[in-house]
T-cell receptor, first 111, second 112 residues
Framework: GIQVEQSPPDLILQEGANSTLRCNFSDSVNNLQWFHQNPWGQLINLFY?????KQNGRLSATTVATERYSLLYISSSQTTDSGVYFCAVAIIMDSNYQLIWGAGTKLIIKP | EAQVTQNPRYLITVTGKKLTVTCSQN?????MSWYRQDPGLGLRQIYYSMNVEVTDKGDVPEGYKVSRKEKRNFPLILESPSPNQTSLYFCASSLWGNTEAFFGQGTRLTVV
């Protein structure tokens, strides 16, 4: 089956730093989403980005579907950015659209 | 506000006592699904529904039931909960299966 790999697994930064999170996937996908799971466990939609580049405030994402990767950029990090960042790709499996998840990048922003 | 609402957020129950976790979406989405999240195992799909009265098993359906009598609601039923069903549960909905998925706030279930 399709593999989704995220890197790095852990990242510790000082407030104000920039970071780049990567998501590689092993096969063609129907779409790709980035989520932030906050310390209370909530999954927050960041980007729905099957291809191209999107920006939302300090966050931006780029997906290059032909090369099977996506990048999430966080600029001027704040402590509220802490949590786990997941990418998930959608595939069709046995007539079901399934989300296949990466293992996540755990981000800690220190004040 | 467009949202997926799960209830309850937290639940502690005893082995064998039937429970239902409710899920409701106000976006008129066709596709809904349930996931559980466990440390080291990530998010795994339990059941999904492509439309009213159409449900099917995901990767880990054992011990769970669902129903889809109305488009907006997709409850998760544990007929006889066991400790191995202690987990963080998420309901999700999307317009179609491969469009943007929106998640509920999560339900943290503990079965003792």
């Amino acid at each position: 089956g399709i593999q989704v790999e995220q890197s790095p697994p852990d990242l510790i930064l000082q407030e104000g730093a920039n970071s780049t999170l990567r998501c590689n996937f092993s096969d063609s996908v129907n779409n790709l989403q980035w989520f932030h799971q906050n310390p209370w466990g909530q999954l927050i939609n960041l980007f729905y980005i099957p291809s191209g580049t999107k920006q939302n405030g300090r966050l931006s994402a780029t997906t290059v579907a032909t090369e099977r990767y996506s990048l999430l950029y966080i600029s001027s990090s704040q402590t509220t950015d802490s949590g786990v960042y997941f990418c998930a790709v959608a595939i069709i499996m046995d007539s079901n659209y399934q989300l296949i998840w990466g293992a996540g990048t755990k981000l800690i922003i220190k004040p | 506000e467009a949202q997926v609402t799960q209830n309850p957020r937290y639940l502690i129950t005893v082995t064998g006592k039937k429970l239902t976790v409710t899920c409701s979406q106000n976006m008129n989405h066709e596709y809904m699904s349930w996931y559980r999240q466990d440390p080291g195992l990530g998010l795994r799909q339990i059941y999904y529904s492509m439309n009213v009265e159409v449900t099917d098993k995901g990767d880990v359906p054992e011990g769970y039931k669902v129903s889809r009598k109305e488009k907006r609601n997709f409850p998760l039923i544990l007929e006889s909960p066991s400790p191995n069903q202690t987990s963080l549960y998420f309901c999700a909905s999307s317009l179609w299966g491969n469009t943007e998925a929106f998640f509920g706030q999560g339900t943290r279930l503990t079965v003792v």
